[in-house]
């Protein structure tokens, strides 16, 4: 099992231009979630999504967008990117119903740059 | 007061060290707590869940005090491998969304 990917690994932007990040996991996990992480903020969840078909804002979701139009992918949108928006995202997964569903499990990760 | 606070660090311990962690969160509705271990430019990784009871795992103990509203860490015999940023994250209440700690950086040497 891959667990969850992401891709791409790295990415530079300019100001204004778009991208979609791909979060792709093979567990058959219910949850899953965007996060971004910059220094010394800690992780902020962006958006997250509790099955195929349904998403909901996080702590942090202007200036993005998700899908999750298949169980196994959650894809997260930038569509005009911000200076303010470069830093590393993860995406993650967890089980539902089940004791220990709030545990997530991520993926490696994007680094993003927005110049 | 934030609602999940770690000491940053860093702690630097010689190898075979015993060092612990705490962390303290306010939501005192929270009912799941988990240590995740972050090396550097990596993704979190979960170290551990902290049951009520507490729980070790090899060289790991991770503690809950409800009362007083922390969960700790205790890492024994430190190995080099154990250099890494620990974070404490706790579910904010009867949702699924985990509150992240900042991290307490541990550097174990030779």
């Known amino acids: 099992n891959a667990g969850v990917t992401q891709t791409p690994k790295f990415r530079v932007l300019k100001t204004g231009q778009s991208m979609t990040l791909l979060c792709a996991q093979d567990?058959?996990?219910?949850?899953m979630y965007w996060y971004r992480q910059d220094p010394g903020m800690g992780l902020r969840l962006i958006h997250y999504?509790?099955?195929?078909?349904?998403?909901a804002k996080g702590e942090v979701p202007d200036g993005y967008n998700v899908s999750r139009l298949k169980k196994q992918n959650f894809l997260l949108g930038l569509e005009s990117a911000a200076p303010s928006q470069t830093s590393v995202y993860f995406c993650?997964?967890?089980?539902?119903?089940?004791?220990?569903?709030?545990?997530?499990?991520f993926g490696p990760g994007t680094r993003l740059t927005v110049t | 007061r934030k609602e999940v606070e770690q000491d940053p660090g860093p702690f630097n311990v010689p190898e075979g060290a015993t060092v612990a962690f705490n962390c303290t969160y306010s939501?005192?509705?929270?009912?799941?707590f988990f240590w995740y271990r972050q090396d550097c430019r990596k993704e979190p990784k979960l170290l551990m869940s902290?049951?009520?009871?507490?729980n070790e795992d090899g060289r790991f103990t991770a503690q809950l005090n409800r009362a007083s509203q922390y969960i700790s860490l205790l890492i024994r015999d430190s190995k080099l491998s154990d250099s890494a940023t620990y974070l404490c994250?706790?579910?904010?209440?009867?949702?699924?969304?985990?509150?992240w700690g900042l991290g307490t950086s541990l550097g174990v040497n030779p």
């Open positions: 939501n005192s509705a929270s009912q799941s």
């Open positions: 994250v706790v579910n904010a209440g009867n949702n699924r969304k985990l509150i």
């Open positions: 993650a997964s967890s089980r539902a119903r089940a004791v220990t569903s709030y545990e997530q499990y």
């Open positions: 567990m058959n996990h219910e949850y």
């Open positions: 999504s509790v099955g195929e078909g349904t998403t």
């Open positions: 902290v049951y009520s009871s507490g």
